[in-house]
Nanobody, 125 residues
Framework: QVHVLESGGGSVQAGGSLTLSCAVS????????MAWFRQRPGEERRGVAS????????WYADSVKGRAEISRRRYENKMVLTMTNLNKDDTARYYC??????????????????WGQGTQVTVSS
């Protein structure tokens, strides 16, 4: 059984940065596409960034392009999202997802097989 666990959320001031981590157990994460989604209260879950199995290709939502970097840290067996220049619109619950057939399925959460419980990010002014 595959388990996905996020960490690294919290409160941060506008203009600051944060790093979210995602660890997968029960599967070799090198064989899984992985992604971050986020969801605000009352809104749909939306893709933020995704990465292929070996990390050779990455996709970003327009809202975070230039401010986000997704990467794999194989030596730590983690996938990481670093975001800079945060603003209030980045406030959301962030979810790690894994196992889509194609990593570029950022537009469709239903394409992703495995999900974590999420971690809250709150940006204050």
């Amino acid at each position: 059984q595959v388990h996905v666990l996020e960490s690294g959320g919290g409160s941060v001031q506008a203009g600051g940065s944060l790093t979210l981590s995602c660890a997968v157990s029960g599967a070799d994460d090198d064989e899984l596409t992985m992604a971050w989604f986020r969801q605000r209260p009352g809104e749909e879950r939306r893709g933020v960034a995704s990465i292929t199995e070996v990390g050779g290709a990455k996709w970003y939502a327009d809202s975070v392009k230039g401010r986000a970097e997704i990467s794999r840290r194989r030596y730590e067996n983690k996938m990481v999202l670093t975001m800079t220049n945060l603003n209030k619109d980045d406030t959301a619950r962030y979810y790690c997802a894994a196992g889509a057939l194609w990593a570029q399925h950022l537009h469709d959460p239903s394409k992703w097989k495995f999900w974590g419980q999420g971690t809250q990010v709150t940006v204050s002014s």
